[in-house]
């Protein structure tokens, strides 16, 4: 059947809005696999100025091409339902008896005659397809119902919900960049005194001494693999990227993990909250709100550095931003204020990857740095009989280290 002016418009906008998304996805895909969506080809293709509008374009394109596939699948059926209803009309016609004997012509129909009469394969025929369709109406003593019948065809739909899991929260927010080494090293200085003094004619100067120590952080990688058969890659045709869409996911969620709680020891990463140096404020008797600027202090006089951001449990942030003073008023603004999450001055991320009552404020942009070896690649292979099987291996990982620089520019709040 022939498409409709109207449905063939929809496909082909569909078409068009499709390949628009997928020329985007592809331009701000940067080096390592990481997504960036500040490239110059991309923000020109969608006509905007930064990568928030990129962002927000991109998101948009989604609503309208799933709008779309929406709107192609209800005029698809109702295109279909009124070819049916066409028919049956035409079936329900006498068949005319031209050539037929009199005494004949109010006898039942065969088999044969009711197929080769039908509508449905005469059009078969002239429009020459092999094999025709024959559409009859016979009369049947026994009624084929779905529950003794053939079970009709349902589909799963076109929307797949996602199982409720901790998204990736801080990845995005660490300085990163790509190396070729496998430990990325750096020099601390361990040993700092000062000795300068006013000194009298002919008086000593005073000794300064420094000592500087190698310290090392190892590349570390972080895999996952899942066997599937033949099958269900044949026969589903978004199972492949579904998969590399998962797997992928996977791996940034524990990266993003690892670097807050991850506890060093092989093949951990080190992560900031278990990482030696960081100093510790404990909530007390305190507010958390004062608790968590006590460690700002700590951060900016013990460990001279200047805090940038607050990571904390979303329960905790919940709590602080829900206090209320003795008259009911919101500390934190009421609840019409509209903003980012921030406090003192700083943003808030929340994260589930910390456990609640603790929340961790520092210097990240200064001195913890994520580095990529590898970014995300998914290969396929065969493990054991797999090949005589019929299944296969889909496997992804990355290698990355994350490095902190200063342990003293970072202080955990505990209690909360």
């Not at 992928?248 to 092989?266: E, M, S, W």
Request: net charge neutral; with cysteine.
């Amino acid at each position: 059947m022939a498409d409709s002016s109207a449905l063939a418009e929809k496909r082909q906008e569909l078409s068009a809005k499709a390949a628009k998304w997928s020329d985007a996805d592809k331009l701000s895909t940067g080096e390592g696999g990481r997504r960036d969506m500040s490239q110059k080809p991309l923000l020109e293709l969608l006509g905007v100025q930064n990568a928030e509008e990129a962002k927000s374009a991109c998101d948009s394109l989604c609503v309208e091409i799933q709008g779309l596939m929406s709107d192609i699948d209800d005029m698809t059926v109702k295109e279909q339902r009124s070819l049916v209803a066409n028919v049956q009309d035409a079936l329900k016609k006498p068949i005319r008896n031209v050539g037929l004997p009199t005494n004949l012509a109010n006898a039942p129909r065969t088999f044969g005659q009711a197929v080769v009469e039908s509508k449905s394969f005469m059009e078969g025929v002239r429009e020459k397809r092999h094999p025709s369709r024959a559409d009859i109406d016979f009369e049947v003593k026994t009624i084929l119902e779905t529950g003794a019948g053939w079970q009709p065809r349902t589909g799963n739909g076109d929307r797949l919900v996602d199982k409720v899991i901790r998204p990736v929260q801080l990845l995005d927010r660490i300085p990163s960049d790509t190396t070729d080494l496998f430990e990325i090293p750096f020099m601390e200085e361990t040993t700092r005194t000062q000795a300068a003094a006013e000194t009298a004619e002919k008086g000593s100067y005073a000794e300064d001494a420094f000592a500087f120590t190698r310290r090392t952080s190892a590349v570390r990688k972080i895999g996952s693999q899942i066997p599937v058969t033949d099958e269900q890659l044949q026969d589903v045709g978004s199972m492949r990227s579904l998969l590399d869409n998962r797997l992928t996911f996977g791996l940034r969620a524990r990266l993003d993990q690892q670097i807050l709680v991850g506890d060093g020891t092989p093949p951990n990463i080190q992560g900031v909250f278990t990482v030696s140096g960081i100093q510790t404020q404990a909530k007390g008797a305190d507010s958390a709100a004062n608790a968590i600027f006590k460690a700002m202090t700590l951060v900016r006089i013990t460990g001279r550095a200047v805090p940038d951001m607050i990571v904390m449990h979303g329960t905790d942030w919940q709590n602080i931003r829900l206090a209320q003073n003795a008259q009911g008023d919101y500390q934190f603004g009421p609840p019409t204020t509209v903003g980012a999450d921030t406090m003192w001055g700083l943003p808030v991320v929340q994260s589930e990857a910390l456990t609640v009552s603790n929340a961790v404020v520092g210097a990240w942009s200064t001195y913890s740095q994520l580095l990529y070896k590898k970014g995300v690649e998914v290969q396929t292979g065969f493990i054991n009989t797999q090949f005589i099987l019929g299944e296969l291996t889909i496997r992804a990982d990355l290698r990355a280290a994350f490095v902190i620089y200063r342990g003293a520019a970072f202080a955990k709040i505990t209690g909360l």
